[in-house]
């Protein structure tokens, strides 16, 4: 098994794995092992359940980094024994029994809220369809990327992965940032999440903080500035295992 560990970047609602390109890029440059996995986006426990599965094949130890909604996902999934570490990215650090909804609603609405669009999706064995949230396309590059090139923007505007809307009631079970050390970047730009979210669940998962001046999708504005916290994780919990 080895001591360095790979990083497993955990992707969130109306984005697929493809918004880490920039991230992944320089990461493997570095010579580190990368994951990138498709995340199903259908809920909560089971997104979580997903990704636990991938993070128990690698063998060694795992950096779970977790973008928006990937945020919640690795707070579960980050409870595998080979995870030493969290890093979040614009994201959602949950309470155990805290849903999504129940988070942002201590906050003031971004304006992502009044750019939703509800679509339903059939779910096998049932007679009662899903629904699908996704982000309005016209309105998707001023909220969700208003610093990303226009031309990739447009692209990214028409490729999204939505997230079933019963992910935003289902609660966490026992944070994983209780037990693993945890750094966060808040996106103080960020029109799809309030940036308070960021900041408060971060603190209360007594994390290392970092601000970027940044749209919502920061690893592609700022990948850079991502990636060093990442580097920083690495180091952390690579000296932290000697």
Not at 1 to 28: E, K, Y
Not at 57 to 66: I, S
Request: net charge negative; hydrophobic share 40%; charged share 20%.
């Amino acid at each position: 098994m080895s001591d360095t560990p790979t990083v497993v970047l955990v992707h969130g609602a109306f984005a697929d794995a493809s918004s880490f390109a920039r991230v992944t890029s320089r990461l493997l440059d570095d010579g580190t092992e990368v994951v990138v996995p498709a995340v199903p986006n259908r809920g909560l426990t089971d997104d979580a359940a997903y990704v636990a599965s991938v993070v128990r094949e690698v063998a060694g130890p795992v950096l779970l980094v977790g973008h928006s909604y990937g945020g919640a996902v690795i707070t579960v999934a980050g409870t595998e024994d080979n995870v030493v570490g969290l890093v979040y990215l614009a994201g959602y650090a949950l309470e155990e029994g805290e849903s999504l909804g129940e988070l942002q609603g201590r906050f003031p609405d971004s304006p992502l809220g009044e750019a939703l669009v509800y679509t339903p999706f059939p779910v096998p064995g049932s007679d009662e369809p899903g629904t699908d949230v996704s982000v309005d396309v016209d309105r998707f590059p001023e909220i969700f990327a208003a610093d990303v090139e226009p031309e990739l923007a447009r692209v990214l505007a028409v490729s999204q992965r939505p997230l079933a809307a019963a992910a935003f009631g289902e609660p966490a079970t026992t944070p994983a940032w209780r037990t693993r050390p945890s750094w966060g970047i808040v996106c103080s730009s960020d029109t799809t999440i309030n940036p308070d979210v960021e900041r408060f669940g971060y603190e209360r998962a007594n994390m290392k903080v970092t601000e970027v001046d940044s749209s919502h999708l920061v690893m592609l504005s700022h990948p850079d500035r991502v990636v060093d916290v990442i580097r920083e994780a690495l180091a952390s919990v690579a000296s932290s295992s000697r």
